[in-house]
């Protein structure tokens, strides 16, 4: 039986930076609308450190989730970043404000998201940030205002790479005209394919594209299902049949499934191992 490493789902680079394709998400450490702190902070920190132990070293968090409690999480678990965590390579966000659980605001603000990186920096107890997607695009900021930002204090040194979370074609188009786009990052699974032509896209232009929510599957997973039914022909649950669909979909992408359980997050890491034959890679990309 193979190794359960996220090595097994192969490896993608930004720079001269290498990390495995098979990341971590740290959305779900807060507490319940991703608001306030966790509801156990230990078991968050042990979830954290197995991650890596399971070969992980991509973790993306925001400074919107909690806000500042997974970060404070990940300062907690990895700092000083020595040992096993010294090639950790991170992706945080910034441009959502919070007003209580499930409420997200954008602000574009070049003074905010300033702050934001600061603040990121200083939570996550790093002295740069890896890759620094602009969570959301403000429509009320120019975006040649937001992004000049972030592009000043990527000259700074503070921040390495830039990307930008759920958009448009069009707006990869307009934002590379100002700086240059490393990785996007845009809801996409096996049951919500909406933004295909942004995948396309990033393929095409060589940037990494990170999925997040990969492990929705919805009716689809239900007793009898076309996913369901190859889930037991691999022994597999269909989750993870969703995990490896996407893992074959696009060598760009770099999903990053997250939990607070501990089984949860071996059982991602193990969807790195399953293969799926071309009959049933097809067959699920037919799936609506």
């Given at each position: 039986?193979?190794?359960?490493?996220?090595?097994?789902?192969?490896?993608?680079?930004?720079?001269?930076r290498?990390?495995?394709?098979?990341?971590?998400?740290?959305?779900?450490?807060?507490?319940?609308?991703?608001?306030?702190?966790?509801?156990?902070?230990?078991?968050?920190?042990?979830?954290?450190q197995?991650a890596?132990?399971?070969?992980?070293?991509?973790?993306?968090?925001?400074?919107?989730?909690?806000?500042?409690?997974?970060?404070?999480?990940?300062?907690?678990?990895?700092?000083?970043?020595?040992?096993?965590?010294?090639?950790?390579?991170?992706?945080?966000?910034?441009?959502?404000?919070?007003?209580?659980?499930?409420l997200?605001?954008?602000?574009?603000?070049?003074?905010?998201?300033?702050?934001?990186?600061?603040?990121?920096?200083?939570?996550?107890?790093?002295?740069?940030?890896?890759?620094?997607?602009?969570?959301?695009?403000?429509?009320?900021?120019?975006?040649?205002?937001?992004?000049?930002?972030?592009?000043?204090?990527?000259?700074?040194?503070?921040?390495?790479?830039?990307?930008?979370?759920?958009?448009?074609?069009?707006?990869?188009?307009?934002?590379?005209k100002?700086?240059?786009?490393?990785?996007?990052?845009?809801?996409?699974?096996?049951?919500?394919?909406?933004?295909?032509?942004?995948?396309?896209?990033?393929?095409?232009?060589?940037?990494?594209?990170?999925?997040?929510?990969?492990?929705?599957?919805?009716?689809?997973?239900?007793?009898?299902?076309?996913?369901?039914?190859?889930?037991?022909?691999?022994?597999?649950?269909?989750?993870?049949?969703?995990?490896?669909?996407?893992?074959?979909?696009?060598?760009?992408?770099?999903?990053?499934?997250?939990?607070?359980?501990l089984?949860?997050?071996?059982?991602?890491?193990?969807?790195?191992?399953?293969?799926?034959?071309?009959?049933?890679?097809?067959a699920?990309?037919?799936?609506?």
């Amino acid at each position: 039986m193979a190794e359960i490493n996220a090595k097994n789902a192969g490896t993608l680079s930004l720079g001269d930076r290498t990390f495995n394709r098979l990341g971590y998400g740290t959305m779900q450490l807060p507490g319940k609308g991703v608001w306030g702190p966790s509801e156990n902070p230990e078991n968050a920190v042990k979830v954290l450190q197995s991650a890596v132990e399971l070969g992980i070293n991509f973790i993306d968090t925001a400074d919107a989730y909690g806000p500042f409690f997974a970060n404070l999480l990940m300062k907690k678990a990895y700092a000083p970043y020595q040992g096993v965590y010294s090639d950790l390579f991170i992706s945080t966000k910034v441009g959502q404000t919070r007003q209580g659980p499930n409420l997200w605001t954008p602000d574009g603000r070049p003074d905010y998201l300033r702050q934001q990186v600061e603040l990121n920096l200083w939570s996550l107890g790093v002295d740069h940030i890896d890759l620094l997607f602009l969570h959301r695009i403000d429509p009320k900021v120019p975006l040649a205002e937001q992004l000049g930002e972030l592009k000043k204090m990527q000259a700074e040194g503070k921040i390495k790479h830039i990307g930008l979370s759920q958009v448009s074609v069009a707006d990869l188009e307009a934002a590379e005209k100002i700086v240059k786009i490393d990785a996007v990052q845009n809801r996409y699974n096996v049951i919500d394919r909406t933004d295909e032509a942004v995948l396309d896209y990033a393929e095409a232009h060589q940037q990494i594209f990170v999925p997040w929510f990969p492990l929705a599957t919805g009716k689809l997973a239900e007793p009898g299902s076309v996913l369901s039914k190859i889930a037991e022909k691999y022994q597999a649950q269909p989750a993870q049949i969703a995990l490896a669909w996407l893992l074959q979909r696009s060598p760009v992408i770099l999903p990053i499934p997250g939990t607070a359980n501990l089984a949860h997050l071996k059982q991602n890491v193990s969807a790195a191992n399953i293969k799926l034959a071309k009959a049933d890679f097809d067959a699920i990309s037919q799936l609506k």
